[in-house]
């Protein structure tokens, strides 16, 4: 079974899907996290498609969730926390438009959900990866304040860096990825779109819960 949210960087998807995930006691796939390793692994071609290819076949990624962290290895060593660099973040959406990596990370998954049941997160979930989803969920805010979201967490880990650009890169990102050929960020038109401009996070997280609970008995 599997659960999907989707939506643009800084609506709340990771925090919320972990959140469901802890409450109730199911498992996290975290999409973008995945994306983010295959770009590190192109930084490391230095942006060589042949060779990035290569490499990326070669390799062995494996990923878990726990303790409120999905961690990614790359041949047995952690990536988990190099996937989040700034650099990392400047590429993906490059890397994620390639569509042999979007079949790539869409096969990682696919084999993962087999066993269990599952929320999972990303931009096009809803519609590419699991169109069959039990549920599916669409997330939203204004540009600024999700920005203002993703510079208070980061800014303690990086004191140089400013507002405007984060917002500047989830602008990016977001036109990036939403007008993209393959499998482009998209609402599902089934999924049930949750703006959360203006909801505390307890409030989404309740939200979302109750429909899944709804799903869960029946
Ligand atoms: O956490 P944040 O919203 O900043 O980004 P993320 O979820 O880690 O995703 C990083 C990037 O991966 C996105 O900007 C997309 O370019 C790409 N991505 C994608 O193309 N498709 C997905 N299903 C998930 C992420
Ligand atoms: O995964 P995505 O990029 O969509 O967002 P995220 O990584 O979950 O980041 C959203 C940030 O905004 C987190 O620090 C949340 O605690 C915070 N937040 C939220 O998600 N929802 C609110 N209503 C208020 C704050």
Redesign the pocket.
């Known amino acids: 079974m599997i659960i999907v949210i989707d939506?643009?960087?800084?609506?709340?998807?990771?925090?919320?899907a972990r959140a469901i995930a802890d409450r109730l006691d199911i498992e996290y796939l975290d999409s973008?996290a995945l994306y983010r390793t295959a770009t590190l692994i192109y930084l490391e071609a230095n942006r060589d498609e042949d060779t990035f290819f290569r490499l990326l076949n070669q390799k062995k990624i494996s990923f878990y969730y726990e303790d409120q962290k999905f961690h990614v290895a790359v041949d047995g060593q952690s990536v988990t926390d190099e996937i989040r660099t700034a650099e990392v973040t400047g590429a993906v959406s490059e890397v994620a438009a390639l569509p042999r990596v979007r079949s790539f990370v869409n096969n990682l998954m696919r084999d993962v959900v087999l066993d269990g049941i599952y929320v999972a997160?990303g931009r096009d979930l809803g519609t590419a990866v699991f169109p069959d989803a039990e549920l599916k969920f669409f997330?939203s805010a204004d540009l600024e304040e999700r920005a203002k979201?993703?510079f208070?967490?980061r800014k303690d880990q990086n004191p140089e860096l400013t507002l405007k650009e984060v917002k500047q890169n989830i602008a990016e990102r977001d036109l990036k990825d939403s007008k993209r050929q393959a499998d482009p960020l998209k609402k599902a038109d089934e999924a049930i779109e949750i703006d959360?401009t203006n909801?505390?996070?307890e409030?989404?997280v309740d939200k979302i819960c109750s429909k899944i609970r709804e799903v869960l008995k029946n």
């Open positions: 939506g643009p960087a800084g609506s709340g998807k990771s925090s919320t973008g997160e997330m979201r993703r208070k967490e959360t909801l505390t996070f409030q989404q």
